[in-house]
């Protein structure tokens, strides 16, 4: 159950939103606290872990941490994806790193060899040990959807699907080509904050009046963005354009997936892929997704290489100052802005998924 503490700093939100205000300074700053979101939120939640066209052909494989736990995600013969822990059965090491292709994949300690289905296939000098059965080391399969182009995995067996529940999302991006997008290039980033600040951050635009004011506030004025809410595991922020520009959507899929397009003749998108490690720390990689017939343009993907770059270079001191900043205990939650309606909602799931049951 969670501590009176914890219902006070999460009371403001409960308010509806003309009246609500954001998180209090412990969600964000508190070991405690995200130690909590880990076991209610993170765990039994689905995290985007690869895009579906990054694992094309048999045996192609990427592997993952998600919340202390080593998986490796790869398809199979059959050419459907699997998720598997990639912890070998043996001692624990986790015998697989990185991307690739693999036909096997064989642990580095001991050479013990699973397969594709997860199948134990080698085990040297083992042949005779009492109570050793090949059948009972099979590698622990996670449950795998794909959804929007991207791969998602959950930690929980039980968890309800969710391809159904992001069927609305599907609706709006798919018809824009997003789920074809592919990888051209990835930008990577030490976060040294919260990643509930990273969010918060991502799925509003008001500050793009103040921090982006000489770029995104002359294409996509702050004024004019608006939620557009859906009922789902998921919120999306409208950002409409001056003539000649292209609007965009952001949307973040609960709990962690941040994703944005730009709709246009030739769409480009941006993948946010948190990799959240302490309460206080993330790496961030930012897939930059480009239309594959434009890929292999290197002037085209330097141009949005360039773009994202240079919007995330402005964000980051914002987002490093407001670490800074919840450090301070005089510190209370204010008023939310009209244009902050999905930090609102975002924070509104927090709340629900960390009521006490």
Known sequence: MMSS????????????????????????VDPAFFDLEVERIMKPGWHAVARSNQLPKHGDYR????????????????????????????????????????????????????????????????????????????????????????????????????????????????????????????????????????VDNFIESYHHLAVHRDNLQRTNPARGTHAVEFDGPFLVLENPAVEGNPPFWVAQVFPTLLLA????????????????????????????????????????VQIVREATALIHDQDIPMCEGVQRGLRSELWKPGRLSTQEKPLWLFHRYLVEQLAPR
């Open 5 to 28: 503490k914890r219902e006070d700093a999460l009371s403001g939100v409960s308010e509806e939103f003309d009246h609500a205000t954001g998180l209090a300074r412990d969600c964000y």
């Open 63 to 198: 592997s993952v941490d998600l919340f202390g736990e080593p998986i490796v995600v790869v398809r199979d013969e059959a050419g459907r994806l699997r998720a598997y822990s990639r912890v070998c059965r043996h001692r624990a090491f986790p015998f697989v790193e990185g991307e690739g292709n693999a036909k096997r994949f064989v642990c580095p300690y001991h050479s013990w060899s699973y397969d594709l289905q997860g199948e134990l296939r080698g085990a040297p000098l083992m042949e005779n040990r009492p109570g050793f059965e090949r059948k009972n080391c099979r590698l622990p399969e996670l449950r795998l959807e794909e959804s929007l182009g991207f791969v998602f995995v959950s930690l929980n067996a039980e968890v309800p699907s969710l391809v159904p529940q992001l069927a609305p999302l599907a609706e709006l991006l798919s018809p824009h080509g997003f789920d074809d997008l592919i990888i051209a290039d990835t930008l990577v980033y030490d976060s040294p904050w919260n990643w509930k600040i990273m």
């Open 261 to 300: 397009l730009f709709r246009g003749d030739s769409p480009v998108g941006t993948w946010y892929e948190m990799k959240i490690d302490r309460h206080d720390h993330f790496e961030l990689h930012i897939h930059l997704l480009i239309a594959p017939e434009l890929a292999a343009n290197e002037g085209a």
